[in-house]
């Protein structure tokens, strides 16, 4: 006998790529389909579809094939549920919300269709009071700020060792306060969010902070330059907030971060682990052991130790564990995911 197994491709894979990286996780998706050797049907976001339509003519121009990239566009619940049900469709990736991400399972595993999600996160800092607070710092605030906190891989949650609480807050508070928000082609710290219902779902979660008496720490600064037509929300720090309140549960999608102390190395990880999602998590800490076993515990994709890189490089494979979905993109992974395996057995003689 001669036994071997083989990589082959889906065929035609299905992309539905939400509107706040299009272009980034265009690429992430799409490009290791096609390097397996599938041809791609990809859905943007009504929001952000414009970029991705030159992506496709540059790949034509570039020599693509015609029809390995076709672009779709439409509303989500017409054109990506026809996409989903599609019977020419061998393999589904989807970027997105936990609830969308629900109804494409739903539709796909009628149809038997293998999927993969990227269901975005709530993703903890944890620092401990060994660490380097002068590395920490600036990338805990560009973590929640970037793309005006409007970014899956958000570190939203702070989870600070009650012994330097008061101390990291006051930085971090100062910090804030110095942020500028305003038009993104003002080139500030601080971009607008993507709509008025976006901007809408942040003042409610900021509502019910102060119904639940939260306090804030600092805000931002929208500058006076800026449109009074415009999305824009100050990047808001807040302290104290309750493990099981929604602040510290659901994602905001908006530059808001909620901090709270933690008293060791278990009640650590206890916090960071009480959430449906498991995305990304960064630690700050000197201590080698402690790296390690933190690495090992929590409950996340991605976990950063003294750097929150909230994806890292193309050879980096990403992706969720719990409600933040399965599969992965980018690396070898993102191969096996976009090929199904064949076994080959031959008798000879």
């Known amino acids: 006998y001669s036994v071997m197994t083989w990589r082959e491709p889906h065929g035609v894979t299905g992309h539905i790529i939400p509107w706040?990286?299009?272009?980034?996780?265009?690429?992430?998706?799409?490009?290791?389909?096609?390097?397996?050797?599938?041809?791609?049907?990809?859905?943007?976001?009504?929001?952000a579809c414009l970029s991705l339509i030159r992506v496709a003519e540059l790949a034509r121009d570039a020599g693509f094939p015609a029809g390995?990239?076709?672009?779709?566009?439409?509303?989500?619940?017409?054109?990506?549920?026809?996409?989903?049900?599609?019977?020419?469709?061998?393999?589904?990736?989807?970027?997105?919300?936990?609830?969308?991400?629900?109804?494409i399972q739903q539709v796909a595993a009628e149809r038997h269709c293998p999927v993969t999600l990227e269901l975005g996160g709530k993703s903890p800092q944890i620092i401990f009071a060994d660490a380097d607070l002068d590395a920490a710092l600036p990338m805990v605030i560009?973590?929640?700020?970037?793309?005006?906190?409007?970014?899956?891989?958000?570190?939203?949650r702070l989870l600070v060792e009650h012994s330097i609480y008061e101390q990291l807050l006051e930085r971090l508070g100062e910090s804030f306060s110095n942020l500028r928000v305003g038009p993104a082609?003002?080139?500030?710290?601080?971009g607008p969010l993507i709509r008025a219902t976006q901007q809408q779902r942040v003042w409610d979660f900021l509502s019910d902070a102060q119904v639940a008496n939260i306090a804030m720490v600092a805000q931002?600064?929208?500058v006076d330059?800026?449109?009074?037509?415009?999305?824009?929300?100050?990047?808001?720090?807040l302290r104290d907030v309750p493990v099981h309140h929604r602040l510290a549960q659901e994602e905001v999608f908006g530059p808001v971060l909620a901090s709270m102390s933690f008293r060791n190395e278990d009640d650590a990880i206890e916090m960071a682990n009480a959430t449906k999602f498991g995305l990304v998590a960064g630690v700050w800490t000197r201590d080698g052991g402690r790296q390690f076993r933190m690495a090992k515990?929590?409950?996340?994709?991605?976990?950063?130790?003294?750097?929150?890189g909230a994806g890292g490089g193309v050879e980096l494979p990403f992706g969720g564990v719990k409600s933040s979905g399965y599969g992965r993109e980018k690396g070898f992974e993102a191969l096996y995911g976009f090929t199904t395996l064949k076994t080959v057995a031959i008798k000879h003689g």
């Not at 082609?185 to 601080?190: E, G, N, P, Q, S």
């Not at 330059?225 to 720090?237: D, I, K, N, R, V």
Request: glycine share 14%.
């Open 185 to 190: 082609a003002m080139d500030l710290d601080v």
């Open 225 to 237: 330059e800026a449109p009074e037509s415009g999305f824009y929300q100050a990047p808001t720090l």
């Open 142 to 156: 560009n973590a929640i700020v970037q793309n005006a906190g409007q970014t899956c891989s958000a570190g939203s």
């Open 220 to 222: 931002g600064q929208i």
């Open 68 to 103: 390995a990239i076709n672009i779709v566009t439409g509303f989500g619940h017409e054109v990506g549920d026809a996409l989903a049900r599609h019977a020419g469709i061998d393999h589904i990736s989807f970027t997105g919300s936990p609830n969308v991400g629900t109804l």
């Open 20 to 47: 706040n990286y299009p272009m980034q996780i265009f690429g992430r998706s799409v490009g290791g389909a096609l390097a397996a050797g599938n041809v791609c049907v990809v859905k943007p976001s009504e929001d």
């Open 297 to 308: 515990r929590l409950k996340s994709g991605q976990v950063f130790i003294n750097n929150y």
